[in-house]
């Protein structure tokens, strides 16, 4: 019999690759088996040439995941071990940053504590009208260390502050006025929306989006000088493609482009 993953991992025909978290009897928990599980599937998507956007979704109805294993937290592991187990973390927001290929993040359900910040990393967050998002470790005793840089760079300083400090849920609509979701639809739409998304950024030119997301990674902490320097170059590099001549061309005489992915 074969051992069961943490992860589902899936490709259609159109290049969506989906990463489906499966772990119901954990409620999906942030265990370094599923740190382990993400970073090896976001890895294969990322050398799938055949993959176009990646979706991270769970298989559980109520729950995209209850976040860090507590039990792990208070046990007798030395401190250099845990520390050099953290490191799962920021590899793998650093292989979905640089994946160079465009991340949904299908939210359906509850998004609690270290999940909230693999949500994060990705480019899209849609949410199901269901879900609510948190980060209540200071309830327990922990601080939500390991994602409140991700947090505090897509929100607002003082709402990301009330979110770290009191622990409180918040609805999905919430998280999509204050800019952790960008989408928030009702349960029956959820799977309808996800796919005309995933669906929509698997048609573009996967070497522009490749220039685009390699940029949107880089630019993102740079002076705005050193920022459009850096952007000069990636435009340049962009012209050299034949994606963009098909791309214009197309656009004037009407048609859909037929991308040659160089």
């Not at 465009?102 to 967050?125: F, K, N, Q, S």
Request: glycine share 8%; charged share 25%.
């Amino acid at each position: 019999m074969a051992e069961h993953t943490p992860v589902r991992y899936a490709v259609d025909d159109g290049g969506v690759a989906t990463i489906s978290m499966d772990q119901p009897e954990t409620r999906n928990a942030v265990s370094d088996e599923m740190l382990d599980a993400l970073i090896a599937a976001f890895e294969r998507a990322r050398d799938d040439d055949a993959v176009r956007v990646v979706v991270l979704a769970s298989t559980h109805e109520k729950v995209f995941s209850a976040g860090g294993n507590l039990s792990g937290f208070a046990d007798d592991v030395a401190l250099v071990h845990k520390y050099d187990g953290i490191a799962r973390f920021p590899t793998l927001f650093e292989t979905i940053g640089t994946l160079g290929k465009p991340t949904i993040c299908a939210a359906r359900g509850h998004v609690i504590a270290g999940a909230l910040g693999i949500a994060l990393a990705c480019d899209l967050v849609i949410a199901s009208d269901s879900a609510t998002f948190s980060t209540p470790e200071i309830s327990v005793g922990v601080f939500p260390f390991m994602i409140m840089a991700l947090i505090y760079r897509n929100i607002g300083r003082k709402k990301a502050s009330e979110l770290l400090l009191l622990g409180e849920r918040i609805s999905a609509a919430e998280a999509e006025r204050i800019g952790l979701a960008n989408k928030v639809v009702v349960a029956d739409d959820f799977d309808a929306a996800v796919a005309e998304w995933a669906a929509s950024l698997a048609g573009r030119s996967p070497v522009l989006m490749k220039l685009g997301k390699d940029a949107m990674w880089r630019q993102q902490d740079l002076a705005l000088m050193d920022a459009l320097d850096f952007l000069r170059t990636q435009l340049t590099l962009a012209f050299s493609t034949q994606d963009i001549r098909e791309g214009v061309q197309a656009f004037f005489e009407k048609r859909e482009p037929q991308w040659k992915g160089r």
